[in-house]
Antibody, heavy 119, light 107 residues
């Protein structure tokens, strides 16, 4: 069964860059059948889609984050990554990585990682 | 952007009850809708996709219906493990959007 695991610092200072990596347990990241996404959830609030990336590196970003957002994929390591620059307290959230079959829903999720933006 | 509006925002019910949660899209999304269950401190778990197709392993007590702009999730014979927050998600077009969630509580 597919597993996704987020990793990265749990604390980031304001104005710095939040960097997270998601490691995929199987070889599905090497196929063209899936997109790989990030979703976040501020404490006590709902889910917000951040962006998707394909195995070939094509990206789709939430317009509200585009100016600060960068995603990448490394299929040889079975990983994809998120960089969000110039963070503020509003970026404090649990960040989830997830798999999405093309034109479909998020069928597998990581356990999530809490990232707190604070000095 | 397609806005997803769930109702109610919260719901109290008893073990054994049948409940229905609705999700309305601001524009037609065909059947490109999924439902998720989330328990405190856990990642969302997919229940239904394509508006009505049950994810493998999900009990048949969960059912979904609808197309276009109006969708429902029905849970029959509520058990203690069903009390959670439920979200709908549209994947018809970017940006992918979620409903605000419906919190299902024990009465």
């Amino acid at each position: 069964q597919l597993q996704l695991q987020e990793s990265g610092p749990g604390l980031v200072k304001p104005s710095e860059t939040l960097s997270l990596t998601c490691t995929v347990s199987d070889d599905s990241i090497n196929t063209y059948n899936y997109y790989w996404g990030w979703i976040r959830q501020p404490p006590g609030k709902g889910l917000e889609w951040i962006g998707d990336i394909s195995s070939s590196g094509t990206t789709y970003y939430n317009a509200s984050l585009t100016s600060r957002l960068s995603m990448s994929v490394d299929t040889s390591k079975k990983q994809f990554s998120l960089n969000l620059s110039s963070v503020t307290a509003a970026d404090t959230a649990v960040y989830y990585c997830a798999r999405r079959p093309r034109a479909s829903y998020f069928d597998s999720w990581g356990q999530g990682i809490l990232v707190t933006v604070s000095s | 952007d397609i806005q997803m509006t769930q109702s109610p925002s919260s719901l109290s019910a008893s073990v054994g009850d049948r409940v229905t949660i609705t999700c309305r899209a601001s524009h037609g999304i065909s059947k490109s809708l999924a439902w998720f269950q989330q328990k405190p401190g856990k990642a969302p778990k997919s229940l239904i996709f394509g508006a009505s197709t049950l994810q493998s392993g999900v009990p048949s007590k969960f059912s979904g219906s609808g197309s276009g702009t109006d969708f429902t999730l029905t849970i029959s014979s509520l058990q203690p493990e069903d009390f959670a927050t439920y979200y709908c998600q549209q994947y018809y077009s970017y940006p992918i959007t979620f409903g605000q969630g419906t919190r299902l509580e024990i009465k």
